[in-house]
Each structure stands twice: as C-alpha cells, then as structure tokens.
C-alpha cells in the first residue's frame, strides 16, 4: 500500500515539546517536497512548515517559526516535526504530505492555498493543555 502515517501526537502542557513523525510505504520520499499542515475545531486548514526535496529550503508560518524545526531522514523515509514551546492555540491535527513537483517553492506549496498534494497522512492529534 501507498500512505503517509503520522505519529507522535498526544497531550501535552503549555510550555512543552512533543516530536511527531511520519513515515512513507509503498513509496520512497527522496524526490519529494514534504509539508506539515494542521487544522483545528472550526478553521481551516494552514501550512505549518514545508520543507524541499533537497532541504535546501524550508518555510515555517509565522506563529511557529523558533519554535518548530522540520527536517526529513531519507534513510529511514520518514519526516519529522520538532515542536517546542507549544501553546494552547498549537491543538489541531497535524497531517504529514508529500508531493512530487507542483509547487516551485516550499513557500507556496504551504501558502498556496491549494492543498494539493500527491499525498496526505491521516492525521495525528496535538493538545496542549494544563
């Protein structure tokens, strides 16, 4: 079978971290962009960090940027999301995707708006709470 499989999510006070994973079957993601997207009760979806095939760029929203830091092992195929200093408004599910050459920058494929994308995960769930 072909799929994304996010991991790593769960329940976690403000102030936080929490590492979530996604790893790849059925497919290798050496020569594929990969973005982390989150969506929360009641809005819409929003890319939170996308990274490129070479890892030459990477693109962070700006309510996450120093505080979250993508990077991808094409070893293991598999992607990762180090989420720090995690806040309230950080809840959401959290999907892993992964596609193989519609966006030219990692900008656009997480601002676009689109949502496009040769794969999606199914999705892990973040809560930050005290």
């Known amino acids: 079978q072909v799929q994304l499989v996010e991991s790593g999510g769960g329940l976690v006070q403000p102030g936080g971290s929490l590492r979530l994973s996604c790893a790849a079957s059925g497919f290798t993601l050496d020569n594929y962009a990969i973005g982390w997207f989150r969506q929360a009760p009641g809005k819409e979806r929003e890319g939170v960090s996308c990274i490129s095939v070479s890892e030459s760029s990477t693109y962070y929203a700006d309510s996450v940027k120093g505080r979250f830091t993508i990077s991808r092992d094409n070893a293991k195929n598999t992607v990762y999301l180090q989420m720090n200093s995690l806040r309230p408004e950080d809840t959401a599910v959290y999907y892993c995707?992964?596609?193989?050459?519609?966006?030219?920058?990692?900008?656009?494929?997480?601002?676009?708006?689109?949502?496009?994308?040769?794969?999606w995960g199914q999705g892990t769930q973040v809560t930050v709470s005290s």
């Open positions: 995707t992964a596609d193989g050459g519609r966006y030219s920058t990692v900008q656009a494929m997480c601002t676009s708006g689109a949502h496009e994308f040769d794969y």
